[in-house]
């Protein structure tokens, strides 16, 4: 089953049992989806799972810094609301990397392509990228970079 079919059974289920948060939650994403389709011209053949995991990392991410932002300004509730939104959406990204594993193979990315200083740090990231796909969070990944170089 793909992620967008996954997606959209979850959206029934969850309109079925009643849960309304859920089902609200996850219907913002489909539309999410849909306006990315339309964008890239693929709204007959949809968007393949990559892609997908790559939309809801970015929605992943954004509801964490309103979060973060909603907490500065003494809004709980709707920080947790936002927390709430990114746990469900969490369900459909691919297990996340451990930093350690993310650090080992950016220290034999450097190795491998004999990388040093700064000017470096794009090359040895798309690599690590490019093994770790979106199991692992480009923040740390840059962060570790800069460390290594």
């Known amino acids: 089953m793909s992620l967008k079919a996954r997606i959209e059974s979850d959206v029934k289920t969850a309109m079925l049992s009643g849960e309304r948060f859920t089902a609200d939650t996850l219907r913002s994403l489909k539309a999410t989806i849909l306006n990315e389709e339309v964008a890239q011209g693929k709204r007959d053949e949809g968007l393949d799972d990559t892609t997908i995991e790559k939309l809801i990392a970015r929605e992943v991410k954004k509801r964490a810094e309103s979060a973060t932002l909603y907490d500065q300004a003494g809004r709980q509730e709707l920080a947790d609301n936002e927390r709430n939104e990114s ?3 969490e369900q459909y990204l691919p297990e996340q990397v451990s930093e350690e594993a993310i650090k080992k193979v950016v220290d034999e990315t450097v190795a491998a392509l ?5 000017q470096a740090m794009g090359q040895v990231i798309g690599a690590v990228k490019g093994k770790f796909g979106n199991s692992a969070d480009g923040a740390t990944i840059a962060r570790l970079v800069k460390e290594a170089l």
């Open 114 to 118: 004999g990388a040093s200083g700064p």
């Open 87 to 89: 746990n469900i959406l």
